[in-house]
């Protein structure tokens, strides 16, 4: 599997949530008003409220089809070692591992033979391309 693949699975993900984030931040920053910018406690809980999104946005997709957009444009799939779509577990420990260790944890992308990411060694998935019949 070309591990580029699975790069640009996670680019074309990421600028789908930037739009996501976009939609989500219009809400909350319209009800914080004038304070969004002067208290150091609406930013955090800002940053925390799009964790959230993201977490729901990442979680819903690999729990319920194992694809998220990006996945699923260049055809491939996250699966777990037995090759079972993700538990709630499994897809906990692997949003954990990528908030804790962000991009460092794609370096390992380029470093394994099982072609994982640190975020999968961890939770004990991986991605495989999806074979057509």
Avoid at 38 to 48: K, M, V
Avoid at 101 to 127: E, Y
Wanted: charged share 15%; net charge positive.
């Amino acid at each position: 599997m070309n591990r580029f693949k699975i790069i640009f699975a996670m680019l074309y993900d990421f600028i789908l949530l930037c739009a996501v984030w976009f939609a989500a931040a219009l809400p909350y920053v319209l009800w914080q008003g004038e304070q969004f910018q002067s208290t150091p406690a609406a930013n955090l809980g800002f940053q925390l409220y799009l964790l959230a999104i993201t977490y729901l946005y990442l979680t819903y997709f690999w729990t319920h089809s194992g694809q998220t957009p990006g996945l699923r444009t260049w055809k491939l799939k996250l699966v777990r070692e037995d090759g079972y779509l993700l538990t709630r577990h499994n897809a906990n420990m692997r949003f954990l591992a990528v908030v804790f260790f962000c991009l460092i944890g794609w370096i390992s992308l380029f470093f394994t033979s099982k072609q994982q990411t640190l975020q999968d060694i961890l939770a004990k998935t991986k991605i495989v391309p999806i074979i057509e019949e």
